[in-house]
């Protein structure tokens, strides 16, 4: 197809939508400046036009319009990820849910909700408060959950209660020739059929359109206590936490940060003045009994490795005043050097490697001369890379690059994944021949099938 048709059908397109959507459909350069981008350090490109959906029947109708003129189309939930995923590399319609915002049923005594794919998490616990029950995935960002399926999200709370894989028991998706399917149910086992519900969970809007989501839920705990403590090296901290877990400690959350991101932690929450060595922020959930003997437990295993500094948050305010200041990890790794940009990265290793992984990682870091910080999630093997850089210095940039090429290497030495929670996109898509290998050509078989079109969020997670 030449430039011209493409502009001609692009016109066609916007066209169609426009009498379908009316002011629903945006052209204007601000709007789509914000669906041009996500938190990744990418080139931005900019979607055609930007189109706002309110119910599935509409999604349909907006994806059979694009692919009639074979042109692209981009979920988009909140431009949070962090890998490229929502930017519009080939332009066409990004396809912002934000307005599908519905939290269509609790159902209290089956543990799950229903709700649309523009409903973040924090307004999903602020409905579920009176109930008891919590949604428990945590990512940091504010996301909606349609994102947070479609990307495989994680967070602090996944050594225990799991990932959007673990909780989410059934979707319905807009296929990229409009037809709508439900995949999976709200019982909590089946196994009638394919896996589709898993299939589209970390897709990132490859294969289809999330529309609606049923999600797990848990009990609040009666008890909760969470805490901070120091250690002399990464090592020790990370020996605590694999101790904890092979002794069936039933850690909430455990959180690593080296010494590198607690001087930042410090600069951009001058009151948090924890000491600047190597931390785990841990926290405890069940009965007030079941907690202090967890307390205790730790506080055993983590004397064996020198743990010193121990600073506990027991009430809700100490507590969120703790998990914010770790959800502001990156800004706080942005203090260390005032107006420089972040190059993200992630991988996941058995937590068997994590201490040596870590340890060759800060070598490769020294070794580059940049300021790195790591933070991650250590109860899963899942660490993080915030790489400092000077946007207009093309040589850092470049630097950073290799910096974050030779930790994907090593995390797939060790068995592990290029990237545990922040996906692929186009951010990892040049390492998922060297982990998947033959695996990978079966997924672009996958993607031909479902998209002969190749029309639903291009150029990202598998070659076309």
């Known amino acids: 197809m030449t430039d011209n048709q493409k502009t001609t059908d692009r016109t066609k397109t916007i066209e169609a939508l426009r009498e379908f959507l009316g002011d629903r459909l945006s052209i204007g350069s601000t709007i789509r400046e914000m669906h041009g981008r996500d938190e990744a350090y990418s080139p931005p490109a900019l979607p055609d036009a930007v189109a706002f959906p309110e119910t599935t029947e509409e999604v349909a109708r907006i994806v059979r319009i694009c692919a009639d003129h074979r042109c692209p189309i981009v979920p988009f939930g909140i431009g949070s990820s962090l890998e490229g995923h929502v930017i519009p590399v080939k332009g066409g319609i990004s396809v912002d849910t934000s307005r599908m915002n519905r939290i269509l049923a609790i159902n209290e005594r089956d543990l799950d909700a229903v709700v649309q794919p523009g409903v973040t998490r924090g307004q999903l616990n602020e409905d579920l408060r009176a109930t008891g029950l919590m949604f428990t995935v945590d990512p940091g960002a504010d996301a909606t959950l349609g994102g947070m399926a479609a990307t495989r999200a994680s967070g602090t709370n996944a050594v225990r209660y799991g990932t959007m894989r673990e909780n989410v028991l059934a979707m319905e998706v807009v296929l990229p020739d409009g037809r709508i399917i439900e995949t999976g149910c ?87 003045n924890l000491p600047e060595k190597p931390h785990l922020f841990i926290e405890f959930h069940g009965t007030e009994a079941g907690v202090g003997e967890q307390v205790e437990s730790f506080e055993a295993i983590a004397g064996e490795f020198g743990v010193s500094d121990f600073r506990w948050a027991r009430n809700t305010e100490d507590r969120n005043k703790l998990w914010q200041a770790r ?24 937590i068997s490697a994590l201490a040596e992984t870590i340890k060759r990682t800060k070598q490769e870091i020294a070794a580059s001369g940049l300021i790195a910080p790591i933070v991650g999630h250590v109860g899963d093997g899942n660490f993080h890379l915030s790489i400092l850089v000077d946007r207009d210095d093309p040589a850092e940039i470049e630097k950073a690059k290799n910096l974050a090429a030779t930790v994907n290497r090593t995390a797939l030495e060790f068995g592990g994944t290029v990237t545990g929670e922040h996906g692929v996109g186009t951010g990892k898509k040049a390492y998922m021949r060297d982990q998947h290998g033959e695996a990978w050509d079966l997924m672009a078989q996958l993607k031909r099938a479902i998209d002969p079109l190749s029309i639903m969020n291009p150029s990202k997670v598998v070659e076309e």
């Open 186 to 272: 709200r019982a909590r086992k089946s196994s009638a059929g394919y896996d589709l519900t898993h299939l589209f969970i970390g897709s990132e809007g490859t294969l289809g359109i999330i529309t609606r989501l049923t999600v797990r839920l848990f009990g609040q705990p009666e008890a909760i206590l969470a805490a901070t403590c120091a250690f002399d090296s990464v090592d020790a901290a990370v020996d605590t936490v694999i101790l904890a877990i092979q002794t069936g400690l039933p850690m909430a959350r455990i959180e690593l940060l080296d010494e590198i991101q607690m001087k930042g932690m410090n600069l951009f929450t001058p009151d948090l």
């Open 327 to 350: 959800h502001n990890a990156y800004f706080a790794a942005k203090a260390l050097r005032p107006g420089a940009t972040g190059v993200l990265t992630d991988c996941c290793v058995p």
